[in-house]
């Protein structure tokens, strides 16, 4: 669905991800995980067309990116940022049915076929009775779910999500992870995520991609990436992991910043 090639990507003159490239198969659901400054947000937007890599290329569907009509590219794909904002008046139902201009000429009004997706989109998220709340008068999950409901609304068939659950008390964390992974094996909706909680990222990833700096560190199952090497030369911290061998679960205990990396930490600030 979605492959890397040789990314640079940067802003103005400074590179923040180095010669990155990676591939993501049609119905897989990848966690982008790694400290603050390491350029996982940056690879999304690149992605996501909202930032032009300095060099390299993107490929949706075999297509290089870069030659692709942004309305085309909306047609298969919806990025989610971790700052939606919507007008202070604006009702549900309204904010999902912005996920159809993709597919409207300038001058086509709303229709029943349009109706018909606004209201599937709503039964997918469990907003059946939200239709004329405001949605500013929502609490965070309520509104993380409108959003993602205007994102399907556009009928993609890849979903991009910068950290999702950032703001979310830990109830509405896992409702927004559970509705993610319902719609990935539902739909078998293409998802690639930026995530910082780690347990999220090993229990709802097929796959996670780990960076450090702009570089590619590791990449593959959680259960086989994730050890307490990588997360200590990563994050700079002691962790302790269980490993479920029969679920393929894991587990992963913050023990505490390693002494033997706190100066280091301080120097790898950005």
Not at 23 to 36: A, D, K, R, T, Y
Not at 136 to 143: C, F, H, K, Q, V
Not at 195 to 215: M, W
Request: net charge neutral.
């Amino acid at each position: 669905m979605i492959e890397a090639k040789n990314l640079c990507i940067g802003y103005e003159e400074r590179i923040v991800v180095h010669n990155f490239s990676f591939h993501i198969g049609e119905g897989e659901m990848v966690s982008i995980i790694g400290p603050n400054g390491s350029g996982k947000s940056t690879i999304l937007k690149a992605v996501s067309r909202l930032l032009k890599q300095k060099s390299g290329a993107i490929y949706l569907e075999k297509e290089d990116m870069s030659a692709m009509n942004i309305k085309k590219i909306a047609k298969k794909m919806s990025a989610l940022s971790q700052h939606n904002r919507s007008p202070e008046d604006i009702k549900v139902k309204e904010l999902i049915y912005y996920g159809r201009l993709p597919h409207k000429k300038w001058h086509e009004r709303r229709n029943e076929e349009d109706e018909e997706i606004i209201q599937w989109a709503m039964d997918q998220t469990s907003l059946n009775g939200y239709e004329d709340k405001l949605v500013m008068a929502l609490s965070g999950g309520e509104r993380q779910r409108v959003w993602i409901a205007m994102a399907l609304a556009q009928q993609p068939r890849i979903l991009l999500l910068d950290e999702p659950t950032t703001y979310l008390d830990i109830c509405h964390q896992l409702e927004v992870m559970e509705l993610v992974k319902k719609l990935n094996r539902e739909l078998n909706l293409t998802v690639i995520m930026v995530l910082h909680d780690l347990g999220q990222a090993a229990k709802y990833s097929h796959r996670v991609v780990v960076l450090k700096k702009g570089n590619l560190i590791a990449e593959g199952n959680p259960y086989d990436v994730l050890t307490e090497e990588l997360i200590k030369e990563v994050y700079q911290v002691e962790v302790c992991i269980r490993k479920d061998i029969l679920k393929g679960e894991v587990i992963i205990h913050p023990m505490g910043v390693c002494k033997n990396c706190e100066e280091g930490c301080k120097n790898d600030k950005v």
